[in-house]
Nanobody, 125 residues
Framework: QKELAESGGDSVQAGGSLRLSCAAS????????MAWFREVTGNEREAVAS???????NYADSVKGRFTISQDNANHILYLQMNSLKPEDTAKYYC???????????????????WGKGTLVTIFS
């Protein structure tokens, strides 16, 4: 059984919306910090949104007001609702989980203990 599995990536026109999903096994879902990252080939994997165990959320400045991270606790799913998409949002998006808390900030990729395989988002103008 996969531990983290992302889905929902697609190719959409700028201004459109997508919702990414990350299905997590139960023991990972109870991790302290879960987050969405994105990576453009050759660049660092950066966090765009995080959800801490106390319900606190954090967002990268580049996505504030456009992206919303949420959880479905009954089904162990982490979501990323992405609105007003821009070409610069094009990337492979990854779900990550850490056994440590986010501590009021976006986590770094090296701080995550579990990863999914990613889902590709392409935004065309």
């Amino acid at each position: 059984q996969k531990e983290l599995a992302e889905s929902g990536g697609d190719s959409v026109q700028a201004g459109g919306s997508l919702r990414l999903s990350c299905a997590a096994s139960g023991y990972i879902y109870s991790s302290y910090c879960m987050a969405w990252f994105r990576e453009v080939t050759g660049n660092e994997r950066e966090a765009v949104a995080s959800f801490d165990s106390d319900g606190a959320t954090n967002y990268a400045d580049s996505v504030k007001g456009r992206f919303t991270i949420s959880q479905d606790n009954a089904n162990h799913i982490l979501y990323l609702q992405m609105n007003s998409l821009k070409p610069e949002d094009t990337a492979k998006y990854y779900c990550g989980a850490s056994i440590h808390r986010c501590v009021g900030a976006l986590p770094k990729d090296y701080g995550m203990d579990y990863w999914g395989k990613g889902t590709l988002v392409t935004i065309f103008s």
